[in-house]
């Protein structure tokens, strides 16, 4: 079974500081994306990473993908509060899960002027 | 383009009723999902649909759960009867396509139901 971990749960930040979200996941991963939830709302597709090594960036947020060590991390650079929202990371995974996402159970960010 | 559409958005209903929600995807595509996210939980996946059949239904409770997609447009999901477990918020997403660079999900608002 596929399992994915997110940490940490809940982070709460500064403005302007850097800090790193991490996703480890259990199997082999065809596939892993990164989403935004804001309260109330629905999720927002933000990075989709496709073979190891693959670095996406969009604004202050860098994904990027260690297909070996089963590991993506969501970084934020010089954070804005705009950026206070909950993110998941989801893995695909033909060949140990059918081709279904599995999500992490989110990291809540907040972020603090 | 228009989003994923789904109602209603809030439903207060008591234990051993039913209810049934309602997604409209984005035109053309041809993959729709259906979620189910309790509070301080990611999505987990209930039923995935290539266009009016079931891709995969492993995780959806078939005792009390059932979706149907005619025509392989809109899609309902249904609960009868409803369980105090069943509180949660009911995401439904679609994609172009299921495999290969177009599965991008776009994700609807979401129903938020309430059992009593």
């Known amino acids: 079974e596929l399992k994915v971990e997110q940490n940490p749960l809940f982070l709460s930040m500064q403005e302007g500081k850097n800090y790193t979200i991490y996703c480890n996941y259990s199997t082999t991963s065809d596939r892993l994306y990164w989403y935004r939830q804001d309260p109330g709302k629905s999720l927002e597709s933000l990075f989709v990473?496709?073979?190891?090594?693959a670095v996406k960036q969009e604004g202050r947020l860098m994904a990027s993908l260690d297909t070996k060590a089963r590991l993506s991390t969501l970084h934020i650079t010089a954070a804005v509060h705009d950026l206070s929202a909950t993110y998941f990371c989801a893995v695909k995974s033909w060949t140990t899960n059918a081709g279904k996402s599995t999500f992490g159970d989110g990291t809540t960010l907040t972020v603090k002027p | 383009e228009a989003g994923v559409a789904q109602s209603p958005r809030y439903k207060i209903i008591e234990k051993r009723q039913s209810v049934a929600f309602w997604c409209n995807p984005i035109?053309?595509?041809?993959?729709l999902y259906w979620y189910q996210q309790i509070l301080g939980q990611g999505p987990k996946l209930l039923i995935q649909f290539q266009n009016n059949g079931v891709v995969d239904d492993s995780q959806l409770p078939k005792d009390r759960f059932s979706a149907e997609r005619l025509k392989g447009v809109d899609s309902t999901l249904k609960i009868q009867p409803a369980k105090l477990e069943d509180s949660a918020v009911y995401l439904c997403?679609?994609?172009?396509?299921?495999?290969?660079?177009?599965?991008?999900?776009?994700f609807g608002p979401g129903t938020r139901l309430t059992v009593l």
């Open positions: 990473l496709l073979s190891n090594g």
């Open positions: 997403a679609s994609s172009f396509t299921g495999t290969g660079t177009t599965d991008t999900q776009y």
């Open positions: 035109s053309g595509h041809a993959t």
